[in-house]
Nanobody
Framework: QVQLVESGGGLVQPGGSLRLSCVFSGLILDSYVFGWFRQAPGKEREGISYISSSGDGRTYYDRFTISRDNAKNTVYLQMNSLKPEDTGIYYC???????????????WGQGTQVTVSS
C-alpha cells in the first residue's frame, strides 16, 4: 500500500521560507516521479514541481527547489521568498511520468496547509 505523508506547512510572513517534506512508503516501482501540487482556495490544483527517480527536478517558480533523499524515503520542497499568493494546500503525489498535470499522478498525500500572511 502506497502512502505519502506531507508535513512542514504552517503560517509564515511574506518573504519567509518553509520546507515541506513528503515521506513515502510502499513503492515497489524502480522508476517513479514525485510531484508537488498546490490548491489555492477556489482554484484548481496546479503543478508546482516534480522530480524523477534519477533526481532530475523541475520547479515552476525559481523561488522553490525540489529534492529527494531516497535513503530517507523523503521528497522536499524548499520554498523561499514566499508571497501571499503562495497560500494553499500543498500536496505530494507519485506517478510514472514527469508531468505538471495532476491526472498523471496516481497516489496522493493528504496535503499540508501553507498560509502566507502578515
Amino acid at each position: 500500500q502506497v502512502q505519502l505523508v506531507e508535513s512542514g506547512g504552517g503560517l509564515v510572513q511574506p518573504g519567509g521560507s518553509l520546507r515541506l517534506s513528503c515521506v513515502f512508503s510502499g513503492l515497489i516501482l524502480d522508476s517513479y516521479v514525485f510531484g508537488w501540487f498546490r490548491q489555492a482556495p477556489g482554484k484548481e490544483r496546479e503543478g508546482i514541481s516534480y522530480i524523477s527517480s534519477s533526481g532530475d527536478g523541475r520547479t515552476y517558480y525559481d523561488r522553490f527547489t525540489i529534492s529527494r533523499d531516497n535513503a530517507k524515503n523523503t521528497v522536499y520542497l524548499q520554498m523561499n521568498s514566499l508571497k501571499p499568493e503562495d497560500t494553499g494546500i500543498y500536496y505530494c503525489a507519485v506517478g510514472v511520468h514527469s508531468s505538471w498535470w495532476p491526472y498523471e499522478y496516481t497516489y496522493w498525500g493528504q496535503g499540508t496547509q501553507v498560509t502566507v500572511s502578515s
